[in-house]
Every structure is written in C-alpha cells, then in structure tokens.
C-alpha cells in the first residue's frame, strides 16, 4: 500500500472508453484537449492512452506542447491559443500546430516555417480569433506567406453548455459564412458541450472535459464515466465536549458531545476553501460534514458516535466509496463554480496514481 496521505486516482480505461464513445456518437474526427496537464488528469499519461483513439491532440499553450513531445508523444499537437512571436523557433523545432489568429504572429511564423498552422475564426466568442466578417480577406492574404500551410480552421462556440442554442445557431451561421469559400481544410467547432448539436461536428470535434466523463451541463447526449477520484485519509479522532469550537476562528461549535475526524487534505491541495461548513466526504462508505474552516493543510469532520473510524482510513472526496458517490458536479455546485476548476486546482503536490 502507498502512504501517500491525499491522491488521485485516474481511470485511463474511462478516458479511453469516453473517446470512443464520442468518436463513436459523431463520427468525426477527434482532437482529444488535453490543456492543463488533461484537466489535472496528467496530460502525458492521458496521451498515451488515447494516442490510438485521438486523430489530433491540443493544449492550450507552446510550453504544454512542448512537455507532451518531450515525452515522446509524436501525434499532431494543437496549441489552440495565438502564440508569442517570441515562441515561433520552438513551435517548429517541437513540430507543434499552432493557431493563426492575427497576423503579426503568422508573420513572425512564416520566417521560421515551414509549418501547418489551424486558423481561428472568432464568431462571437470574441477572446481569440480572426473576425469572420473579415476572414476571407484573411484566408487570402495568408496565402502570401508561403511557408505557411493552411491545415485547419475553426471556431469556438461562447454558449453551447446553455439549454437556449440560439447563439450556437448565430456562430454557426457565421462560420459557415466563412467556409462556404474554403476547400479541402480540417474543419472543426465542437466542444464538449456541442457534442449535443450534431451540425456543429463538421470533420472533427474537439471535446475536452467529456473525455474525463464530466459533462459541461444538465444534457447528457452520451454516456460517459468519470475518470477521476480524489482520495485522503483520516489523521486524528476525538470526541470534543459540547460548546467548543473547531478549526481557525471557531466558526463551528459543538451542540453537544462530538466525535471528530481530521482528515489530510486542505485548500493546499486544492480542495476549496468554500467548502468550510458545508462540504462533505465519505468515511466507511457514508457522508459526513465538513465542520469548521478548511486549512491549508488538513480538514475536520463530523463522525457519528457509532461511526467505526481509525486512523488512516480511506476518506473519498470525489468519487465512490461503498454505495455512496460525491460527483465532481455536487462538489463545484457547493464550491460556486464548475467542474473545469476544481480539477485543474488540484495541486501538483498530489500524487497521481493510474488505473488501467
Ligand atoms: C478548452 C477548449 C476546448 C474544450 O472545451 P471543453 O468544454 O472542455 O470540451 C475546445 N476548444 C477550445 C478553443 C478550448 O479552449
């Protein structure tokens, strides 16, 4: 047994199955994301996994391209962001694909190329990305620069995880504005979240959170298993008289006589601070609360006087224990804020360990 005191534990088998049964749904191709280290998943190992299922992979920046094939993964990269001018010589030395999104950077990169680049046309989403009104222009432009070669071409979609589609319908409209004069390139628009509108899939979707079995909203077009469980272990048990109070500023007081249990994990590790009085974990396969301020380091919470608890049994804070399971879900919906930052505030001072 380990003895590591907080860990994940990553299912590269329900990564693997996740990326078939998109690719299974749409047909299209797959631009598996794997930004943020896989979504706090662990990007190489989640490459390995999918190198035979995912046609392309992409991350967000030069630096994470870079990490991925200095571990030997030779698939084509997309860095889905306009790069520096500044990192033109490494995205050709590492053979990444970057994304065109003005044109000082294609500039910068034509000195350096030869390179297949995707362009980015921005149709509403309006952080990245050439104007689709005055794409066209763009697309002919950019035929000046001849060490440039044109791959692919998308858009990303601001509104797809809303049950309302209009907008998505809106960014359709004017990227297909855009395609209706462009010939033999790699088109491509969906995320995760537009895998639930099928004309959006066009040759290849890009899903990212999907893949890890977590959906961005309430649709759920494919079945996905999540990927991911957090563990902890409990490191001190007491039972604290009636009227103490628990952890930084005492915020919580004992009603009466109480059992508690430490448990080793903390806002260190990622596990938000938010979550004080009023997360939950499972111990012995049941719930219990979060009682008082989550420290940086540690946690306390509330046993059951006939909870059969020791020291250094396991704790779940995402995932299954037993009968019972705290989705990733439940855990940002009580945090205030969604599943993509709960994962990728998981901090690197955890182990990863990964199942096949
Ligand atoms: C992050 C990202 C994706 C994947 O988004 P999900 O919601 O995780 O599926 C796709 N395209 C771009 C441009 C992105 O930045």
Same mark, same amino acid.
């Given at each position: 047994?380990?003895? !590591? ?35 706090? +998943?662990?990007? =190489? ?63 910068? &990169? ?7 680049? +995707? ?28 060490? &440039? ?17 209009? !907008?998505?319908?809106?960014? /359709?409209? @004017? ?26 899939? !066009? ?5 990212? /959170? ?13 079945? &996905? ?7 902890? @272990? ?30 080793? =994990? ?14 939950? =974990?499972?111990?012995?396969?049941? @719930? ?27 704790? =779940? ?25 709960? &994962?990728?505030?998981?901090?690197? @001072?955890?182990?990863? !360990?990964?199942?096949?």
């Amino acid at each position: 047994m380990h003895y !590591f005191r907080t860990h994940t534990e990553i299912d590269l088998q329900a990564i693997q199955h996740n990326a078939e049964a998109i690719k299974g749904h749409t047909g299209k191709k797959l631009i598996a994301v794997i930004k943020a280290d896989a979504y706090g +998943h662990g990007a =190489v190992r989640v490459a390995e996994a999918l190198d035979a299922t995912a046609d392309m992979f992409a991350v967000a920046t030069v630096e994470e391209g870079i990490a991925l094939r200095q571990a030997d993964i030779h698939k084509p990269i997309l860095v889905l962001f306009s790069s520096l001018p500044a990192q033109v010589a490494p995205i050709v030395e590492y053979g990444l694909t970057p994304t065109i999104g003005d044109w000082e950077f294609a500039k910068a &990169l034509n000195e350096v190329g030869p390179v297949k680049v +995707h362009v980015n046309i921005n149709t509403g989403m309006n952080r990245s990305g050439v104007c689709y009104t005055e794409a066209m222009e763009f697309l002919s432009n950019l035929k000046t620069l001849h060490r &440039l070669e044109v791959e692919g071409l998308f858009t990303h979609f601001a509104a797809a995880d809303e049950a309302d589609k209009s !907008f998505v319908s809106v960014q /359709l409209k @004017r990227f297909s504005s855009v395609l209706a004069n462009v010939d033999g390139k790699m088109i491509h628009a969906a995320n995760s979240a537009a895998l639930s509108v099928p004309e959006s899939s !066009f040759d290849a979707v890009r899903p990212g /959170l999907s893949l890890y079995g977590i959906y961005p909203s309430t649709e759920k077009p494919i079945e &996905l298993k999540p990927a991911l469980t957090w563990k902890t @272990r409990v490191g001190w048990i007491d039972t604290i008289s009636e009227g103490e109070g628990v952890s930084y500023g005492l915020t919580y007081k004992a009603p009466q006589q109480t059992r508690v249990a430490m448990v080793q =994990v903390g806002y260190g590790d990622g596990y938000p601070r938010v979550l004080s009085n009023s997360g939950e =974990v499972l111990i012995g396969g049941a @719930r219990r609360p979060i009682i008082g301020r989550v420290c940086m380091d540690v946690s306390v919470v509330q046993l059951q006087s006939e909870d059969n608890v020791s020291v250094g049994d396991e704790v =779940v804070l995402i995932g299954r224990q037993g009968n019972a399971e705290i989705t990733i879900d439940e855990v940002a919906h009580r945090a205030g804020t969604i599943s993509y930052e709960i &994962l990728t505030q998981i901090s690197p @001072r955890l182990k990863r !360990f990964f199942n096949y």
